[in-house]
């Protein structure tokens, strides 16, 4: 049982270049989430989903966008990289409203 | 928005001894969650706690949902206790948010 995978680990991206972050979830959770971790911030939700098929804006959603095709999978895109999106990005998901939230294990994106 | 604030915001401990940490939230919640961030940067999700206290081996916590507060008591600490803890909460709404807002963290140094 892998629990939430996420894909890569680490990525560097120059200025303007796009990249997709995969998360997948082997627990038939219906609800996936991306947040952004910044130093002396905490943990900021970009874009979450509360079932297959539906998207929907977190506190930090602008530069970000995301498809949830499958039920198991999230997926979250830049199209046009900019430093300000350097972080540490964890996804994460959920059996249901009000459950316990299970963390991936992070990507560290820098963008120069 | 709803504020949550933790402290103290560093703590450093002699294995073997007891803390607690403390999370305060400005609104009423239907969701609070703990979680420890190790030095390897994963989050594991501690405690589903809204209300009432809860234990887990060393670990216990408590909610005071009408005083707005939760408390994270951690004996006999171990080096690997070291990290972050965070709290996250959401705030009552009628309808469920699915908006988890974190707080910055108490930062744990156990040393042998």
């Known amino acids: 049982n892998a629990g939430v995978t996420q894909t890569p680990k680490f990525r560097v991206l120059k200025t303007g270049q796009s990249m997709t972050l995969l998360c997948a979830q082997d627990m038939n959770h219906e609800y996936m989430y991306w947040y952004r971790q910044d130093p002396g911030m905490g943990l900021r939700l970009i874009h979450y989903s509360v079932g297959e098929g539906t998207t929907a804006k977190g506190e930090v959603p602008d530069g970000y966008n995301v498809s949830r095709l499958k039920k198991q999978n999230f997926l979250l895109g830049l199209e046009s990289a900019a430093p300000s999106q350097t972080s540490v990005y964890f996804c994460?998901?959920?059996?249901?409203?009000?459950?316990?939230?299970?963390f991936g294990n992070g990507t560290r994106l820098t963008v120069t | 928005g709803i504020q949550v604030e933790q402290s103290p915001p560093d703590l450093i401990l002699q294995e073997g001894a007891n803390s607690t940490l403390r999370c305060n939230f400005s609104d009423s919640v239907n969701n609070l969650q703990w979680f420890h961030q190790n030095p390897w940067g994963q989050l594991i999700n501690l405690f589903y706690?809204?209300?009432g206290t809860k234990q887990n081996g060393r670990l216990s916590a408590t909610t005071v949902a009408t005083e707005r507060y939760s408390l994270l008591y951690i004996s006999s600490s171990q080096t690997t206790d070291s990290g972050v803890y965070f709290c996250a909460v959401e705030p009552y709404s009628g309808a469920g948010s699915y908006q988890l807002t974190f707080g910055k963290g108490t930062k744990l140094s156990v040393i042998p």
């Open positions: 706690i809204p209300s």
């Open positions: 994460a998901s959920s059996y249901g409203y009000n459950s316990p939230l299970h």
